[in-house]
């Protein structure tokens, strides 16, 4: 396991003196050393400033710790990535290498980004989501990752459950003015968590402990203060944040395109970005109509979706349904040489845990690129809750039909999400060891979900494609509702009624996805990704001519980690200073 430095603002401003001495650096010498150790202590500030995503990446350092979001630790992390960004700035005014230019490019943009959200959007101000997933999720991924014994594990357990109490304080001192929607969210996690600290997490402690009761007790008395917290915070957001939660959750234009700018490296007026999706959606929408038609020209388009929803599993049987399309997805992968697969150990399938459902209905949870010995993936899907009345809980499941099951596992497991997860011991450095942007691993899973049944998945059964069809429609929709929900006013009503009507989405699917856009501004990204790397493989095709390999083309991609595909065109067409997009 790689030992990083725990260093603070103290040890960037060490750094940052030294680089700025003009005998530290000069215009002829390499900067190679200086750049890794500048990586190097990014990434340790980042850690220490949020331990999760150091268990994420499978780095155990910072297991026993949570995030420190009060005021003036949010202050002191916006002094650390502007010293970070000084850095990084003059170690690109140096001499670096190709792969240092390219990862300095995406810290410099990683930095602008993580400064507009705590200047600017201000989460940490408005959604208490925030503060009330990150106790569960963090525990959630000491539990299930075995990456070290268990009674070493529920050590850690512990130093986060005496680290909740001191999160929830700064929830109450941070929030003011939440929209409704985040309070609602804030609700939902709330209550979800409590069963898990009241249920999930002893019976696992209770094992992990063994025989050491004293280990057992200092877990018990810790775990207890939790749990009250969190039923005290569900009172808090029930009885006192939802009734004075009316602030907006739009970002505004300008925040919104430099979340684009940043997260995405992508520089497009709004007016043509949001040309680019409805011209998309219309294209999608004209496809569906006519693949409707092939199925049963008798009935309207919306009645032959209907009528695939039909054919779903009921709740309980949600997990056991998915296992079947893993191995006939991955074995068709195999037959007509998509991609190569590094590894055939499988993810684990599991309902999605109750304090993670907000939205999503399936979702890929892989350890990170540094984990050693932990190596379990799990492939969540969200059944619905037990207390919805029928007609909600049947339009939740539509969303599983048995041919729209098979788009969602090609989206999360193969070639989607999960392939990503086995090349990511091939990403070629730290940087991109560690980072993801959703262009390329939302729009990747997206694109493989049209690439797939392009390639003759299913044996080109119009009902297929309808599915296909259906989730790019879906995500054709967040495209547009997210920059008019951000930009232009809309209401979480406008947006649902735009699924339904042009997406021909279930209200209530349609209500959660809309509601998704509120605290996701930039959802677009799938669509978005898919419509670039399309752009990517056809330039690499003219570029390789005969030599054009599908499987090199994907083997390539995916070596680059999430890498901006902007940056991607780069690595794979030296020299290319083309567009990412058809119409840009």
Known sequence: MRQFPRRGPAGWLLAVALLLNASSLRADEPAKSLFAEAVDRYYSALFMWDPTQATYAGIHDFDHLLPALDAKSV????????????????????KLTEAEEIDAEILANTIKAELL?????????RNPVIYLGKP??????????????????????IGRLKATPALFKAMK?????????????????AKGSVSFFKTDLPLWAKTAAGKDEKLLAEFTAANAAVLKEFEEAAVWVEKDLLPRAKGSYAIGADAFMKKLAYEEMLDIPLKKLLAIGEANLKKDREAFI?????????????EVLTRLGDDHPKPDDLVAATRGTIERTKRFLVDKKIISIPS????????????????????????????????????YVTPPEKDWEQKRQTEHMRQFNRLGMDIITIHEAYPGHYMQFLYSKQFPTKVRKLYTCGTNVEGWAHYTEQMIVDEGYGNNDPKIRLSQLSEALLRDCRYVVGIKLHTEGWTVEQGKKFFIEEGLIEPE?????????TYNPTYLYYTLGKLQILKLRDDYKKAKGEKFSLQTFHDEFVKQGGTPIKLIRKLMLPGDTGPTLPVE
Do not use: C, H
């Open 75 to 94: 202050a002191n992390r916006v002094t650390t990535l502007k010293i970070g960004e000084a850095i990084f700035k003059q170690l690109r005014d140096g």
């Open 117 to 125: 959200e705590l200047e600017t959007v201000r989460d940490w101000k």
């Open 136 to 157: 569960a999720e963090s525990m959630d991924l000491l539990m299930k990752r075995t990456y070290a014994p268990p009674e070493v594990r529920l050590k850690s357990v």
């Open 173 to 189: 001192e941070n929030i003011e003015n939440p929209p409704k929607e985040f309070a609602d969210l804030g609700l939902i996690v």
């Open 290 to 302: 006519a693949t409707a038609k092939l199925i049963d020209p008798k009935l309207t388009p919306a």
């Open 344 to 379: 055939e150990v499988l993810p684990t399938i599991a309902e999605t845990p109750p304090f993670a459902r907000t939205g999503g209905f399936a979702s890929m949870d892989t350890p990170g690129a540094y984990e050693t010995k932990a190596t379990e993936a799990f492939y």
């Open 509 to 517: 699917v349609a209500f959660q996805e809309t509601r998704r856009g």
